[in-house]
């Protein structure tokens, strides 16, 4: 029950820097890096993040960090790389949140085993990384991805994912909205009001398509409106 208070207390430790003293070295991040991965440590990388100063790190030490196969650790670098490069749309941090997105995979892409919450973390850093891009295809995918249906990988945690995909939505558009030059057609302000209100959730043909996905949930039979205690 201390896990996730003690990434927190990380986060806070990591934000007591000052924002105007000189960057924090590759070094120095590396070498406060503990045998053991914890959440404490996942927080104190979270909030450097926060501060721009994970952009020190190379792309090895990423990798290292996410090799460890600790959630909060996962988390915490991919929010605050994230936030590092926010705007920037960096491909090498986006390449690192994709791998982490299996619904952005191709068919022929292998299956990777992600938990939902680590899921959530990297669409909001798509989010972070993306910050005012007005980028279509991101605001396309992330608009699909507030509805999205239950799938055998991603049954947990699917208001937390909703609401990580809205979040990162609102990012991407930050302050534009349908007057965003080549996003008009995707009538954003319709479907968000559908998901808040209720309403069908796919086409007649898009409905049939459906039903033969073989990634839907096998325990979840969800009808054919929106599901707004998920995405509401």
Not at 91 to 115: G, R
Request: hydrophobic content about 40%.
């Amino acid at each position: 029950h201390t896990s996730w208070p003690e990434f927190h207390n990380g986060v806070s430790a990591a934000l007591r820097l000052s924002l105007g003293q000189t960057a924090i070295s590759r070094t120095w991040i590396v070498y406060n890096k503990p045998e053991q991965a914890n959440f404490a440590h996942a927080g104190v990388l979270m909030g450097l993040g926060l501060q721009g100063h994970l952009k020190a790190l190379a792309k090895t030490d990423l990798y290292s960090y996410l090799c460890q196969d600790h959630e909060a650790t996962q988390i915490g670098i991919m929010l605050g790389m994230s936030a590092s490069k926010r705007g920037s749309m960096d491909e090498a941090v986006f390449k690192m949140l994709y791998v982490h997105i299996p619904s952005l995979h191709p068919p022929n892409y292998p299956d990777l085993e992600v938990s939902s919450v680590v899921q959530s973390a990297a669409v909001l850093g798509i989010g972070l990384l993306y910050q005012g891009s007005k980028h279509r295809r991101m605001a396309e995918v992330l608009l699909s991805e507030i509805g999205r249906r239950a799938t055998n990988d991603r049954l947990q945690d699917r208001e937390g994912y909703s609401l990580a995909a809205g979040m990162a939505l609102g990012l991407v558009i930050l302050g534009q909205g349908n007057a965003a030059a080549g996003l008009s057609d995707l009538q954003i302000e319709n479907k968000l009001r559908k998901y808040m209100t209720g309403g069908k959730a796919l086409e007649a043909a898009q409905a049939a398509q459906a039903a033969t996905d073989p990634t839907l949930c096998c325990r979840i039979k969800e009808g054919e409106n929106v599901n707004v205690d998920v995405t509401a």
